[in-house]
């Protein structure tokens, strides 16, 4: 397996711009986590899902973050109107329930 | 809130002697910790874990302390290598969703 896959690696945007950020998990993981990289809080949870589903989106920052995941292999996260304070790294990481997270490379975000 | 705590960011250590990271957490709740290990332009890779019903486990060089009364957990690195120079994260996981919550990270160099 390639591993999870995020695209792009790099975004530059912006301010007011839709970004749409992609990520592909592991063939076979039924969780999925969205992670946004500060300085100041470290490795931020935005959303995770399990099966397709959201199950604890209370660290999407502002009504603007959305995120969908409509099959197994598939999620975004979409930012929608994006702000200079939105940029960072964003991280996908998924798991099979077992007892670590797999992250992808990341997608650098910044909004100008 | 800041669940999972790594109060130094950075740590700077000579080559051959002991590395300690060290993270703190608040929410009992957390039944398995995990340090996570962050080269730049990469994502986190996966480094040692601990259950909550241990006390240490160890891993060739790399050793993971948990107290749980003091809800402390410390890395052990021994002896360090200048490749150890990296960001890590410390990670939680609840007893029920699967989530994994991170700290801000301690960014480690190792002086040759």
């Known amino acids: 397996d390639a591993g999870v896959i995020q695209s792009p690696r790099h975004e530059v945007t912006e301010m007011g711009q839709e970004v749409t950020l992609r990520c592909k998990p592991i063939s076979g993981h039924d969780y999925l986590f969205w992670y946004r990289q500060t300085m100041m809080r470290g490795l931020e949870l935005l959303i995770y899902?399990?099966?397709?589903?959201?199950?604890?989106d209370s660290g999407m920052p502002e009504d603007r973050f959305s995120a969908k995941m409509p099959n197994a292999s598939f999620s975004t996260l979409k930012i929608q109107p994006s702000e200079p304070r939105d940029s960072a790294v964003y991280f996908c990481?998924?798991?099979?329930?077992?007892?670590?997270?797999?992250f992808g490379q990341g997608t650098r975000l910044t909004v100008v | 809130d800041q669940q999972v705590k790594q109060n130094s960011p950075s740590l700077s250590v000579q080559e051959g002697r002991i590395s300690i990271l060290n993270c703190d957490y608040t929410n009992s709740m957390f039944d398995y910790f995990l340090w996570y290990k962050k080269y730049p332009a990469e994502g986190p890779t996966f480094l040692i874990s601990?259950?909550?019903?241990?006390d240490k486990n160890e891993d060739g060089r790399f050793t993971v302390f948990l107290n749980k009364s003091a809800k402390h957990l410390s890395l052990h690195i021994v002896p360090s290598q200048p490749g150890d120079s990296a960001v890590y994260f410390c990670a939680a996981r609840r007893n029920t969703g699967n989530q994994f919550y991170f700290g801000t990270g301690t960014s480690l160099t190792v002086i040759p």
């Open positions: 990481a998924t798991t099979d329930s077992g007892t670590e997270a797999f």
């Open positions: 601990i259950s909550s019903i241990k």
């Open positions: 899902f399990n099966n397709n589903v959201p199950i604890d």
